[in-house]
């Protein structure tokens, strides 16, 4: 009897060896785990994966013309840091025919915006692996976001692709590039990005990075864009259309390149297509008239708080929009087109009401606010912060922060410490009061004798569901 369980107790090892890494504990690959089917995001609680983390997203998209349907593909790279007996992406709307980790075909299931893959082996912490979701496409496929808190009759005002007359371009702020392609769709899960876009020839494929290389087949081409820094999923840009590209130099000689329609009695107004919905294609250029300006240096601005300093939570999103809305006003007022003696005074008479409709921009009661209600406060409180430190801290503020987390995340309390460290002050009651306040607190002296301002509006609207008012401002 001795020796039978000393057999098979050595069996057991010697096959669990033989699936074992060279390297790996035995602790830590002991007991592989199905991975979180969530990151609890406090305002997109079902969003974001857990048990790994994402390095590279190589995808793929067969646009053709007569059809919805795009062939197409997503290879993910990425490192599990638990041991894995299952994981999940964010997934909806596409119709997917194949998935492979490590080469192996994969069972899959996908339910409720999440693809769950079923590797044949075990994955184990620290190690890199690969997965490769093949699938359809289908731009008539606009699942609304589950978490969308809208009245009954109210359709969402996004859609994820929008068809415009020669191609399409797709909009995934804030949950929903998983739409596009199955991702671990959080802000927190930044990574590299190959987007690979083929398209008729008299058309062009446009996506965040650089253009890598073009590849003629016959009637078509294949465009390939490479980030050269991580960036988050949402702000992963694609668009098919007849474009021509203007190539700008920016402030410092800082190369800039727009893409705008080829047919300028058809142009998208302000980035929007004709049925109103917001394309994430931006077509502003500098040099534009009136608030174009503007729009280009809100996204320009994007490029440094939002994509190279992301966002750790949706609760976070002030440090993008706010500090996307702060400088395109500064760059607004350097034009003559924006009187930053006037205009903060208006929006500060009517932050009141905005914050108690959708909730303070750290902590808003509804999911769509993200995109509209963070940008104001977060101007706001900017200019009170410039105020109360002075222009000299307040950019070594701006700076330090840029510099210390670029290419990587940062939370709201990552920036008041900054702040704090840089200043020499404790400002942390000033950030929570206009971050997590219900009230509008006063807004520091601008000038001597201009006096604090303070919030006397009452605005006796009940917090509560909200339907956005879909201002006319970049996103
Ligand atoms: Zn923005």
Redesign the pocket.
């Known amino acids: 009897m001795a020796t039978k369980t000393t057999l098979r107790t050595g069996s057991l090892l010697a096959a669990t060896v033989l699936f074992l890494p060279i390297g790996i504990p035995a602790a830590e690959a002991a007991a592989p785990r199905p991975g979180a089917s969530t990151l609890n995001d406090r305002l997109f609680p079902g969003l974001g994966n857990g048990g790994y983390d994402a390095l590279s997203y190589d995808v793929s998209l067969d646009y053709r013309t007569g059809t919805t349907k795009m062939p197409a593909s997503v290879t993910m790279r990425a490192r599990a840091t638990q041991s894995l007996s299952s994981f999940s992406l964010d997934s909806a709307g596409q119709q997917i025919s194949l998935v492979t980790v490590d080469g192996r075909p994969a069972q899959y299931k996908l339910a409720k915006e999440k693809l769950t893959i079923t590797p044949a082996r075990p994955l184990y912490k620290y190690l890199p692996f690969t997965v490769r979701v093949v699938y359809t496409a289908d731009r008539s496929q606009n699942p609304v976001s589950p978490g969308l808190d809208l009245p009954p009759g109210v359709p969402s005002p996004f859609t994820v692709w929008n068809e415009t007359p020669d191609g399409f371009g797709v909009m995934g702020q804030p949950n929903r590039e998983h739409v596009v392609f199955p991702s671990n769709d959080h802000p927190s899960d930044k990574a590299q990005y190959t987007l690979r876009i083929t398209a008729p020839n008299d058309r062009t494929g446009v996506a965040s990075g650089r253009l890598q290389a073009k590849y003629w087949h016959g009637a078509t081409t294949t465009w390939v864009y490479r980030t050269a820094h991580p960036i988050k999923t949402d702000v992963v840009a694609i668009a098919v259309g007849k474009f021509r590209t203007i190539k700008q130099t920016g402030p410092h000689g800082l190369p800039l390149r727009a893409v705008r329609r080829a047919r300028p009695h058809q142009p998208v107004r302000r980035g929007r297509a004709g049925d109103g919905r917001v394309v994430h294609l931006r077509t502003p250029t500098l040099a534009g008239r009136e608030g174009r300006g503007r729009d280009a240096v809100?996204e320009m601005t994007?490029q440094y708080f939002g994509d190279a300093v992301s966002v750790r939570s949706w609760d976070d999103m002030w440090i993008?929009?706010g500090h996307?809305r702060y400088y395109e006003r500064k760059y607004d007022a350097s034009r003559g087109f924006t009187n930053l003696d006037q205009e903060p005074k208006d929006l500060y008479e009517a932050d009141q009401q905005s914050r108690s409709q959708a909730g303070p921009m750290g902590q808003l009661n509804n999911q769509l606010a993200v995109l509209f209600d963070t940008?104001v406060p977060g101007q706001l409180m900017l200019t009170g912060l410039d105020t109360l430190v002075g222009d000299p801290t307040f950019r070594r503020i701006e700076q330090t922060f840029f510099d210390r987390y670029r290419d990587r995340d940062a939370s709201t309390q990552d920036y008041i410490d900054v702040a704090n460290e840089v200043s020499g002050r404790d400002l942390t009651q000033y950030f929570r009061a206009w971050i997590y306040g219900k009230t509008t607190p006063p807004m520091p002296e601008r000038r001597p004798g201009c006096g604090v301002w303070r919030s006397g509006a009452s605005s006796g609207v009940p917090p509560g569901r909200v339907v956005p008012s879909l201002r006319a401002e970049?996103?």
């Open positions: 809100h994007h993008s929009e996307a940008d970049s996103l």
